[in-house]
């Protein structure tokens, strides 16, 4: 339990920690970061937009404090939020804690020395939990390293800061690193060239860094004042000056990923959705989760309940999985027993493809079947033993499947010989449609993909938000989504060469590569699905 703290007054006072939040990539957030934000009563956060980071790593209750602006939507002074934060750790209590989440790392530009300093002076204890600042991240993710053979030494600007001396940031072994606003990016680089720096000095600007919204150019800096009074800089960004920003062209390695800014629709339930997010991160693209299906216990729960207590007691021969929400649904049950994995001791599994499989092997449970081929009922099918009365001693399968389940499975394991207990584990009923602007993204082509991973989806997802643009790349996961895509009146872009989800993604990012080749033969400049529009796309094999 966490010790009770009082301020100098005596009055019980929170505890603080001033967590670095990383410069946007939330893979780069650390691990204490997140263990802070799950534990807060309160997190405070200021100019900087970190509420999707809260949402992600926080608890649903938590309080948000905004320190950034006033009743107005003023921007308050370094004063007002020490203030707001010392008001905040007091009214959390002694065994509460509050995060002040701050940009990148807390001890850089973001006015940690003065709120701690509040914090000390109210007697209210407070850490530091540093972060991954955006002075040296953002530089790499742009392919610009900080220091090289010739550039030795390094100089951090605030942009703001209009009383800076430039002198030593002259010398042209000297690599210097401004954040700002275009506004004050301009002022301070002007500073920089009047001081003496010379003009054919290379800079890059970075926008939305280390996210793969994330835009870097490349200019002079006798240039750069035109790029900036350009519409081509809208966010605060970070600007490099350097002979290694010259390195750039070779040492690119985030915006030449495969799918780099691409928007890719992913039709599924959030909570199955985490591992192709992340698959898709990988490569450089960003997901929209759209739910198509809503899954549901069954109405009548008694038949699911009777069939896990007869696996328990050795009814069964085989248990078949067709899916990830039958191992869920199972899962579930066994939890409400109080069974583990252990209770599948002495059965044979059956999964009907690698997603599923994965499932099973998350549980503990490694299937004794898996299809080789076609990964779907008729593929299972091809590949299940028939019943043998001298080697299989008991005859009976237990199917838990969604209420909408097929009988193809069912009736030819009928035909070998085995009893089957077809029993609802699930339903799945036809989600919501989605906000009207996601349907008009949808059918406008705003999305450079969209990525099946079963019949359903595809049904579904047209069921409820229409058929997505010609212009989007299909990425479909086997030959049965295929065949419902193309009966939905879709083209089939993408087909994965094994039903997973990660060879999926694969098989995108290696189509993506195949799109941005022929254009640069073509003499094109490289462009994602979206920024075309075209109908016309190659068939991949």
């Known amino acids: 339990m966490t010790p009770t703290t009082t301020n100098r007054a005596g009055n019980p006072a929170g505890r603080v920690a001033f967590v670095g939040a990383g410069p946007g990539d939330p893979g780069l957030v650390t691990l204490r970061a997140r263990d802070r934000l799950a534990a807060a009563d309160a997190v405070v956060i200021d100019q900087v937009n970190r509420h999707d980071m809260v949402a992600g790593f926080a608890r649903s209750d938590v309080t948000v404090v905004d320190a950034g602006h006033g009743e107005h939507g003023e921007e308050l002074t370094r004063a007002s939020r020490a203030k707001i934060l010392v008001r905040t750790a007091k009214s959390v209590g002694g065994d509460g804690l509050v995060v002040r989440l701050m940009d990148g790392d807390p001890s850089l530009f973001n006015g940690f020395a003065e709120e701690a300093l509040a914090l000390?002076?109210?007697?209210?204890?407070?850490?530091?939990?540093?972060?991954?600042?955006?002075?040296t991240a953002?530089?790499?993710?742009?392919?610009?390293?900080?220091?090289?053979?010739?550039?030795?030494?390094?100089?951090v600007v605030d942009a703001g800061d209009r009383k800076h001396d430039w002198a030593p940031a002259v010398p042209?072994?000297?690599?210097?690193?401004?954040?700002?606003?275009?506004?004050?990016?301009?002022?301070?680089?002007?500073?920089?060239?009047?001081?003496?720096?010379?003009?054919?000095t290379p800079v890059m600007l970075t926008e939305r860094g280390t996210t793969t919204n994330q835009v870097t150019h490349?200019?002079?800096?006798?240039?750069?004042?035109?790029?900036?009074?350009?519409?081509?800089?809208?966010?605060?960004?970070?600007?490099?000056?350097?002979?290694?920003?010259?390195?750039?062209?070779?040492?690119?390695?985030?915006?030449?990923?495969?799918?780099?800014?691409w928007n890719v629709l992913l039709p599924r339930t959030k909570d199955q959705a985490g591992a192709t997010m992340e698959r898709l991160a990988f490569y450089g693209a960003r997901a929209d989760v759209v739910p198509t299906i809503s899954v549901e216990p069954p109405r009548a729960p008694q038949q699911m309940d009777r069939a896990i207590k007869g696996l328990v007691t050795g009814r069964y021969e085989w248990v078949g999985f067709t899916s990830v929400n039958a191992v869920r649904a199972v899962r579930?049950?066994?939890?409400?027993?109080?069974?583990?994995?252990?209770?599948?001791s002495g059965l044979k599994i059956a999964a009907v493809g690698g997603v599923t499989a994965g499932a099973l092997r998350d549980w503990g449970l490694v299937p004794d079947l898996v299809p080789a081929g076609e990964q779907s009922a008729a593929g299972l099918l091809a590949e299940w033993p028939e019943y043998d009365d001298l080697l299989d001693p008991i005859?009976?399968?237990?199917?838990?499947?969604?209420?909408?389940a097929t009988d193809t499975l069912v009736a030819g394991l009928v035909e070998m010989g085995w009893e089957v207990d077809d029993v609802t584990a699930y339903r799945t009923v036809r989600a919501a449609p989605p906000a009207p602007e996601v349907r008009d993204a949808i059918k406008s082509g705003a999305y450079d993909a969209v990525v099946f991973t079963s019949s359903s989806t595809v049904r579904n997802l047209v069921g409820i938000a229409g058929k997505p643009n010609p212009s989007t790349v299909v990425a479909v996961i086997g030959p049965a989504t295929a065949k419902a895509a193309e009966d939905a009146g879709l083209r089939v872009d993408v087909l994965a060469p094994t039903a997973s989800s990660d060879a999926l993604v694969d098989a995108l990012a290696a189509h993506g590569l195949g799109l941005a080749a022929a254009a640069r033969e073509a003499g094109e400049p490289v462009l994602r699905p979206s920024e075309t529009k075209t109908a016309a796309r190659r068939r991949a094999r």
């Open 120 to 135: 000390h002076k109210a007697g209210i204890p407070f850490e530091v939990v540093p972060g991954v600042s955006a002075v």
């Open 138 to 155: 953002v530089p790499t993710y742009a392919g610009v390293p900080l220091t090289t053979q010739l550039s030795t030494a390094v100089h």
């Open 172 to 200: 042209g072994h000297v690599t210097v690193v401004v954040l700002g606003v275009p506004d004050t990016l301009a002022t301070a680089l002007a500073a920089l060239r009047a001081a003496g720096r010379g003009d054919e």
């Open 218 to 261: 490349t200019t002079t800096l006798g240039q750069v004042q035109d790029l900036l009074g350009s519409t081509a800089v809208h966010f605060p960004s970070l600007a490099v000056v350097g002979s290694s920003v010259a390195l750039r062209s070779e040492l690119s390695w985030f915006e030449t990923r495969p799918l780099f800014g």
């Open 332 to 344: 579930e049950k066994f939890e409400e027993f109080g069974l583990d994995s252990r209770a599948f």
């Open 395 to 404: 005859n009976r399968v237990f199917l838990p499947r969604a209420d909408i």
